[in-house]
């Protein structure tokens, strides 16, 4: 099966997704870092629509699609799954969502899936939100979390890490070399994260919190 990158190029589409012209923010940072959390603060202030790929991908699962054994044994690992299903189900939500913007949380997880959303979708993103916080830190958090996932021990966490450090930080690396990074100090309490995180979308959205 060509992947999602190969069908791009042979056939030179740019998905529907192009024409309707989202609005894309990244949020980035390791496992535990407090992406899902703050997500749901910045849903609530400033109307965005929240989807974490990491989401996505265990609804996938719960469907029992052809995929689903697939995805289930790569999240029990703590690997990366093949960006041509991550971005089908990406492409399918934000096509579906009456809104147009989008906070895509836990995604790009690498390289791969970096360049083959921008080549598929023709979506660039606004900017980057990069939550910064220690492994130490982190990791406490997943091991306090009890959501029940599959992941959540500590030894698909160490693996999480590495993959982290391996292949999702060379993307925030890719986008700080286009000054489209903007980094929160993640390993501070919640509230004062938000306070943070605030002031990086006040300025910029129309919709900001009074
Ligand atoms: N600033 C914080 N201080 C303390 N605990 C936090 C903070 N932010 C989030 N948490 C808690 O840490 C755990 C992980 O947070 P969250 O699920 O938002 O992280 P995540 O980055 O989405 O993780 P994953 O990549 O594993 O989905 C949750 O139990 C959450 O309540
Ligand atoms: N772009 C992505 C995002 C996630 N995954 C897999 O899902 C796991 C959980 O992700 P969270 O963001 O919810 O922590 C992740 O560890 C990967 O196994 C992926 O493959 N690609
Ligand atoms: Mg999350």
Redesign the pocket.
């Known amino acids: 099966m060509g992947t999602v990158v190969d069908a791009a190029n042979k056939e030179g589409a740019k998905s529907a997704l192009s024409e309707k012209k989202p609005k894309v923010v990244f949020v980035l940072?390791?496992?535990?870092?407090?992406?899902?959390?703050?997500?749901a603060n910045i849903v609530e202030h400033f109307g965005y629509t929240h989807l974490?790929a990491?989401d996505l991908l265990r609804a996938e699962i719960k469907s029992g699609s052809e995929n689903g054994t697939m995805i289930q044994n790569m999240i029990s690992e703590g690997t990366i799954v093949p960006s041509e299903v991550t971005i089908k189900l990406l492409e399918k939500a934000i096509m579906e969502i009456e809104n147009d913007k989008f906070l895509i949380?836990?995604f790009p997880r690498n390289e791969e899936n970096r360049a083959a959303f921008e080549l598929v979708t023709g979506i660039v993103p606004e900017f980057v939100l990069f939550?910064d916080c220690s492994e130490e830190e982190m990791e406490r958090?997943?091991l306090?979390?009890?959501?029940g996932?599959v992941?959540?021990n500590v030894e698909t966490i160490r693996k999480?890490f590495r993959v982290f450090v391996e292949s999702s930080l060379a993307v925030i690396n890719y986008y700080s070399s286009k000054g489209k990074v903007k980094k929160i100090d993640?390993?501070?309490?919640?509230e004062?994260?938000f306070e943070a995180v605030k002031a990086v979308f006040a300025p910029v959205d129309d919709k900001a919190a009074a």
């Open positions: 940072g390791g496992p535990g870092s407090g992406k899902g959390t703050q997500c974490s990491g949380d836990g939550f958090r997943i306090g979390r009890n959501q996932r992941d959540d999480r993640a390993g501070k309490p919640v004062e994260v």
